[in-house]
């Protein structure tokens, strides 16, 4: 049993939300949402996009949403047909109040949500504040679309891919995963003795994902997979980890076969922040 303490979350989080948390049929609000663009791409998800924004914006975010799918799909998909399954609503907004006014139609008043953006699987229904950053798009896309593919996926490794998108770059050979704002977090955790070890991160369940210390489940499932990348074993880690039971058990054994911790530790040490 893990007896450190835990921490209260400063800020926050992009999350994906259960269905069961949102038992319902499909909201008569998201069908006045205007569309966008429809994406189909042969055999992937559907995804259409929904939103009030400027034409010139509209291009932009339909370019990032085929390129996010384009790479998720190329590195961490299977061949598996998502074609058939009904389309993905992805609901851009433009502001923190017109996304909050979105939320409170669709989900009530008393509704506690990410002012950034969150996926809800049940009703396939993306959220996503572009106003205050695309990385939202990014983030809560990701969800979407390992979702389809991925229905077991871990929470930690669920948010931990989704963060990598939320802070990347498109480059000619894909994204690239960039330092961003949560290795403060990881630092403070780790300073406090908060941060989880190899083992506390394979038997994490949602509950500590989203817990009181999801600050730094977040930061700890989102370096861990930067440092992967960083090596070149993201992609080889990932393929491995679905070749069996997403067990405890085996999570932890191949955590350790590709995670030094230590030297993860240390790695994150020397990182720096971007110039801003």
């Known amino acids: 049993m893990n007896s450190k303490k835990t921490i ?121 504040n572009i106003g205050a950053s695309r990385g939202n798009l990014r983030h809560e896309l990701t969800h979407a679309l390992l979702d389809d593919d991925f229905p077991d996926i871990p929470a930690w490794l669920n948010e931990g891919l989704g963060s990598l998108y939320g802070s990347a770059v498109r480059t000619k050979k894909g994204f690239k995963f960039l330092v961003n704002y949560r290795l403060r977090h990881l630092r403070q955790a780790l300073k406090a003795g908060l941060l989880p070890d190899l083992d506390e991160l394979a038997n994490s369940t949602r509950r500590d994902v989203y817990g009181l210390n999801s600050l730094a489940y977040y930061a700890l499932s989102r370096y861990l997979l930067l440092y992967l990348d960083r090596r070149g074993k993201l992609d080889e880690f990932m393929t491995k980890l679905r070749q069996g039971p997403l067990t405890p058990a085996r999570q932890l054994k191949i955590l350790k076969e590709y995670v030094d911790y230590d030297a993860f530790i240390d790695w994150t040490k020397k990182l720096r922040f971007p110039a801003v």
Request: net charge positive; hydrophobic share 40%.
């Open 8 to 128: 209260i979350p400063a800020v926050v989080l992009t999350l994906v939300l259960p269905g069961s948390l949102l038992a319902g049929e499909r909201h008569a609000r998201v069908d006045r949402e205007p569309v966008l663009v429809r994406i189909e791409e042969e055999g992937q998800t559907r995804i259409i996009l929904r939103g009030v924004i400027k034409k010139k914006r509209a291009r932009r975010m339909e370019r990032l949403a085929r390129a996010v799918q384009r790479d998720i799909s190329r590195r961490f998909l299977t061949d598996k047909d998502k074609s058939g399954l009904p389309p993905v609503d992805l609901c851009l907004f433009a502001s923190t109040r017109s996304n909050r006014a979105f939320v409170v139609e669709v989900f009530g008043e008393d509704y506690d949500s990410s002012d950034w953006g969150f996926y809800v699987p049940r009703r396939r229904l993306v959220v996503a």
